[in-house]
């Protein structure tokens, strides 16, 4: 946490980096499956990308892990999570990060996949294939 606490020190608190750091530590909580904390840090990091202008890939990745912990806390959000996905995807889908792009659309596939809702799925589906073709 020493690097938060230089930010903080340096005034840069809403920054990019700050974000950055808190959606790093959010995803090591995630790998330790400690889901609860990993929202926590998630929503701080979505605070401050709320501040900062042109983060749109930030806010768009933030947005499907908070759905991603909606959907593995232990109060089990499901509407909370399609939000954050579709809102998460939208933003991503404005920007020109392929990488990211694919990653959350495997991720909001999965998620109806998962809870049963094939036809937003395909919806979803009929994207990734138009980007795949795309790449070609």
Known sequence: MSFLQSLEQEGRK???????????????????????????????????????????????????????????????????????????????EKTRNQELLEESLAGIIEFYNRNNQPSKRKMYEDKFMKLVNKKK
Do not use: W
């Open 14 to 92: 809403n920054s990019i980096a700050y974000g950055n750091t808190l959606q790093a530590i959010a995803f090591n909580h995630l790998e330790q499956e400690n889901v609860e904390l990993a929202f926590t840090h998630y929503q701080d990091a979505l605070a401050i990308y709320e501040k900062i202008p042109n983060c749109r890939d930030e806010k768009g990745l933030t947005y499907i892990r908070l759905a991603y912990c909606y959907e593995n806390l232990p109060n089990q959000d499901l509407n909370k999570a399609e939000i954050c996905y579709v809102k998460g995807f939208n933003m991503i």
